[in-house]
């Protein structure tokens, strides 16, 4: 029953929507911590029976060859993993924060929606879950953010929508191509995967596709929405942002973008792959000029997610699984590092470098488990994020050896930009007029939360394997629609 | 005389003929001292949704020289009479006459509907756009100036009428007769011309659209949601049986006007204060969209089974527009800034607009974006891409103020408190066009099957 994971978290967000303050609150983390347990167990029938698109649940069809069709392969069960992980995650987070049902509710159907974008294997049912996922956090950003929260969320809102409508147009193109060919109307992934088309037209649809995706990234120059959102979002709301909704973007690249346009993946390979190599070398400089917390991180995501998407462009199976794996990555660590910053600016409401200083001393755990998780981000050998940019790069370097070579500088940029960060707020002298004597140190709850996600990072550093093997079906089926010249 | 009988036995105009005397009920129910107006008004809101009843098992065919009614016709009364009903329902004046014009306004619809003659369209036009001049005199906007937008929409009316009767004598100049087939040579192709413009006053294309802010703003919130619901789609169906005349080049301007009066009417809703009068250019950017899908409609050959994207694009819209207005009308708010806050002071009202405007924005899973999908698809299909690019511009604008209406009422802190709605019926049909909106969305295989053997 796949459809159980985004109905149960939209049943809960209704309930949540239409009870008390404290009940939603208790109801959300019921069956939050109820869609983690089942897509947990849900690894058992897929790794039973793992076929080229994974377990099928497949509807009657519905109207013009639409079909409400949804598949769990290892791609997806490894986000959905990740979805339903960081909603518990972000809402035990949120625990102590006096926030309405709407809140609890919000983030509920956020995951509902998110669910149904990386199951679907129907496009239109893919793109009606794609866009439905923009209300929910239109809300967590525009009522529980911070100061610029208003502009903000409307940012967040329109430049998304502005992508969902090129890949609308090039949805109906594509369709329309296919039904031109093969005289049927149909939607499925899985029968579009091949289609290929090429000229004028198929270079359009191509392009339309990745302005698509790419906002969701966010692929220079589609960037700018992320750091406006990331940094005025509530912290539960950053962690869902960077930890699961930048995935969309790759994720919509290896489902649809590859396998459908393999030729003119590759022959355009040096325009995007070159993009995702801006987005590295831009995104960590700028993420080096930044004076707030959150702000830096989140033009670290921007970098992070170049790997990732480096990675799947090399369409090798080192580079997808490597790609598909840091997105994995990059949803603990980021999620972790947000969820830190949230702590601070729940304990001081400041977020900028200069507002802080000696925190060591005040706050031990939380110092040093802001080291690992930065070490984990610079991706350093025995952390996960090595795993999966030596991979993606691995990958690339198959297919163009130069772009990875440009892609492995960003590497060392990523310690340049968050190291010296790490050290102002934690090690640096405390600044005149700091916010760090208001600071205390992780409580119980927090440290749990904290743990987690710390333990999870070395774990996949140390022992990348079990990941790897759900990764691997759905890699070797997805590589083969590859074009090789 | 054998015309006349035949005229009135015909068994297509059952739905009109009870409407016609559903009018004449309300009126005489009006009329006698100790019945109230609400009894009246019930009479003629029994008779629209007898009507509804009737078009489940009105017979197509010919009859006579004036009237025949195909699978287009039959399906667009759906849209006539449900987009009256709501309307209908919130009239609350101690008075039956708003009543009374709105039936025959809808009555109007309904002939223009059942018509396979050109006078039939004019007559069938005529009954519906004079009771409408008089109900925006009747049942004016609060603090609007009485008489000025009837006037002007009057006058607007008058010249759309002049041009289609222009166009009628030259066509019938042209082939000598005054059915709905095509006429030969330029002369024909000028009365298509007229006719068409005076289509597309009605629609309120640009730049025939001068007359349509003014008139929605200064009117009752809820027969502004009539305007734009049931007078349009008349005038809709009318475009689209002018385009099933023409050669094939003449429906070419079509999709490019469209486009523009979608990307127009969003560029200028975005300026406005005043939320009726946002509403109305909404509303031309709506009406934009529907004319681009007439293009395409036209352009694959006028099958009347081909409209369905269109016909469910009114049904949606019937709801998602009546809603909005009677929103307006529940609120009683009148100012765009007035609304800042308003999710605080009222969550649930705020809510059901809020499902309205993402409807009418075009997102997910609302009913107002497998509508514009649909609409989109048929675009895509004949190749009109580059319509389709500035229609979707108009999208990403009109999201601008849709959403920034969103934003108002739930980011915002209230600044003005409201005065308290009324409960009651117009509260009711709130939510029955916010559900209606969003589900119609995700439930079409319901009306899907029933839509082709309506169309077919």
């Known amino acids: 029953m796949l459809t159980a994971l985004w109905l149960v978290p939209a049943v809960g967000g209704a309930a949540c929507l239409f009870s008390s303050r404290k009940t939603s609150r208790l109801l959300s983390a019921v069956f939050a911590a109820a869609v983690f347990a089942y897509s947990l167990w849900l690894s058992v029938p897929y790794t039973a029976d793992a076929g080229v698109w994974g377990v099928v649940e497949s509807g009657p069809a519905w109207i013009f060859g639409i079909r409400y069709h949804l598949a769990l392969d290892g791609l997806a069960l490894s986000l959905v993993w990740l979805t339903s992980f960081l909603t518990v995650v972000s809402l035990a987070a949120s625990w102590r924060g006096s926030f309405s049902a709407g809140f609890w509710a919000s983030f509920l159907f956020l995951e509902a929606a998110l669910m149904g974008v990386f199951l679907a294997r129907d496009l239109f049912v893919f793109y009606v879950f794609w866009e439905a996922t923009l209300i929910p956090m239109f809300f967590i950003i525009g009522l529980w953010g911070s100061e610029g929260r208003r502009h903000a969320a409307m940012k967040f809102f329109l430049f998304t929508f502005f992508g969902s409508l090129f890949m609308l147009v090039g949805l109906l193109a594509l369709v329309t191509h296919e039904h031109a060919v093969s005289g049927v109307w149909t939607w499925d992934m899985g029968a579009l995967a091949g289609t290929n088309p090429q000229g004028l037209a198929g270079t359009l649809m191509f392009a339309a596709f990745v302005i698509g995706f790419g906002v969701k990234i966010p692929l220079f120059p589609m960037h700018t929405w992320l750091p406006d959102a990331h940094t005025e979002a509530p912290a539960a709301g950053s962690i869902m942002l960077a930890g699961v909704m930048l995935k969309m973007g790759v994720y919509g690249f290896i489902r649809v973008l590859l396998p459908v346009f393999p030729r ?73 590092l947000f969820m830190m910053i949230g702590f601070l600016y729940e304990r001081t409401h400041r977020r900028g470098l200069a507002d802080y200083g000696e925190l060591v001393g005040r706050a031990p755990w939380l110092t040093f488990f802001f080291g690992w998780a930065i070490m984990a981000s610079i991706g350093l050998p025995g952390m996960n994020g090595f795993i999966g940019e030596f991979m993606s790069l691995a990958g690339m370097a198959r297919a163009l050896p130069f772009m990875a070579v440009v892609a492995a500088l960003g590497i060392v940029l990523s310690a340049a930009y968050s190291l010296p960060a790490y050290q102002t707020v934690f090690w640096g002298a405390s600044p005149a007029g700091s916010a760090s004597s208001k600071v205390t140190d992780l409580d119980a709850r927090e440290k749990v939360l904290v743990w987690l996600l710390c333990g999870l990072m070395l774990y996949i550093g140390l022992c990348p394997t079990p990941f790897l093997d759900v990764l691997a079906p759905s890699v070797a089926a997805l590589v083969p629609y590859g074009f090789t010249p | 005389m054998r015309e006349l009988l035949g005229f009135f036995s015909a068994p297509m105009l059952w739905p009109q003929l009870t409407l016609a005397s559903g009018l004449l009920c309300c009126l005489a129910a009006g009329m006698a001292r100790e019945v109230s107006a609400s009894v009246a008004r019930l009479l003629g809101a029994v008779s629209l949704v007898v009507a509804l009843w009737m078009l489940m098992f009105t017979a197509r065919g010919e009859a006579g020289p004036l009237v025949g009614l195909d699978g287009l016709g039959l399906a667009w009364q759906i849209l006539f009479y449900a987009g009256g009903l709501p309307v209908l329902l919130s009239l609350d004046e101690d008075d039956e006459v708003p009543a009374a014009l709105l039936l025959a306004s809808c009555l109007g619809a309904g002939l223009l509907a059942a018509s396979s003659s050109l006078l039939m369209l004019f007559i069938g036009l005529e009954l519906m756009s004079l009771p409408a001049y008089l109900l925006v005199a009747r049942l004016p906007a609060p603090g609007a100036p009485p008489h000025e937008a009837a006037v002007k929409y009057f006058f607007a009316g008058a010249l759309a009428s002049c041009l289609f009767l222009l166009g009628m004598a030259l066509h019938y100049v042209a082939s ?281």
């Not at chain 2, 659209?209 to 809820?222: G, I, Q, R, T």
Request: proline fraction near 6%.
């Open chain 1, 264 to 336: 003119l993946s590759w022959e355009l390979l040096p325009w995007v792959g070159g993009l995702a190599c801006v987005n590295i070398l831009y995104g960590s400089l700028c993420a080096m000029q930044q004076k707030d917390l959150k702000r830096l991180i989140a033009y670290s995501s921007v970098a992070h997610l170049g790997f990732c998407l480096l990675g799947v462009l090399s369409w090798t199976p080192e580079g997808v699984a490597g790609g598909s794996l840091q997105m994995l990555n990059h949803g603990i660590t980021t999620g972790a």
């Open chain 2, 176 to 456: 000598g007769s005054l059915a709905l087939s095509p006429a030969p040579g330029a002369m024909g192709l000028a009365a298509l011309a007229l006719m068409g413009a005076a289509a597309l006053f009605k629609i309120g294309v640009v730049p025939f659209h001068f007359w349509l802010p003014d008139v929605y703003e200064s009117s009752a919130p809820a027969l502004a949601g009539f305007f734009s619901t049931s007078v349009k789609t008349a005038a809709l169906l009318l475009l689209m049986r002018l385009a099933a005349l023409g050669p094939a080049p003449a429906g070419a301007c079509l999709p490019w006007l469209g486009a523009g009066t979608s990307l127009y009417g969003a560029l200028l809703a975005l300026r406005q204060t005043r939320l009726q009068r946002l509403l109305a250019y909404s509303s031309v950017s709506h009406a934009g969209i529907l004319v681009l899908g007439v293009g395409a409609w036209a352009a694959q050959g006028c099958d009347p089974a081909s409209a369905a994207p269109l016909f469910f694009y009114g049904l949606v819209y019937v709801f998602m527009s009546n809603g909005a207005f009677l929103f307006v009308r529940l609120s009683g708010l009148s100012r765009r800034p007035e609304i800042a806050g308003y999710g605080s002071l009222r969550p649930v009202h705020a809510g059901l607009f809020g499902v309205l405007l993402l409807s009418l924005a075009g997102i997910p899973p609302t009913g107002g974006f497998l509508a514009k999908l649909l609409i989109f698809w048929e675009t895509v299909k004949v190749g009109l891409y580059g319509p389709l690019a500035v229609a979707a511009l108009a999208t990403l604008v009109g999201l601008g103020y849709y959403l920034g209406l969103i934003r108002d009422m739930f980011f915002d802190e209230p600044k003005w408190r409201p005065a308290e709605p009324e409960k009651g019926a117009v509260e009711v049909l709130l939510w029955v066009c916010a559900v209606l909106a969003a589900s119609l969305g995700i439930l079409p295989w319901i009306f899907s099957s029933a839509l082709g053997r309506l169309l077919s």
